[in-house]
């Protein structure tokens, strides 16, 4: 048996309208859904992309302003050493000059010392020389 050709009509309305009515209820908020979770997707991978680059960005400014701040300071370390050796071999210079002079300010005075001795030593043996002479001989030694 042939269908009616009004039930067919029928039939064709209500599918039009059943798919007027999916797709304006069901379809076109899932479609908005799925393209607003592939938006938010799509705009955080970017944003994770910049914030990545961000950071190397400032990862190699740091790395950079640490090597800069090093070689200062092993700049500064340099100076600091090469100060303190010209200060020792100053020092040093010093004190070797001011031992040498006290070391022949001392000669000069132990020398002065030893020839004033000797001279009271000859002296004394000069005077114990003529006392002997005087007991042995019994009179005063010309």
Do not use: C, H
């Amino acid at each position: 048996m042939l269908p009616d050709p009004s039930s067919v009509l029928w039939v064709i309305f209500f599918v039009l309208l059943l798919t007027a009515l999916l797709n304006r209820l069901l379809f076109k908020p899932v479609l908005r859904v799925m393209e607003a979770r592939a938006s938010a997707v799509t705009s955080a991978r970017e944003l994770a992309e910049r914030s990545a680059q961000q950071a190397r960005l400032a990862s190699a400014e740091f790395e950079r302003k640490t090597a800069d701040a090093r070689a200062e300071l092993y700049r500064q370390m340099d100076e600091m050493r090469r100060a303190a050796m010209e200060e020792r071999a100053e020092t040093l210079s010093r004190t070797r000059a001011q031992a040498e002079s006290d070391i022949a300010a001392a000669s000069a005075r132990l020398a002065a010392e030893a020839e004033q001795a000797r001279r009271g030593l000859e002296a004394e043996a000069d005077a114990l020389g003529a006392a002997v002479a005087e007991r042995i001989l019994g009179r005063r030694a010309s």
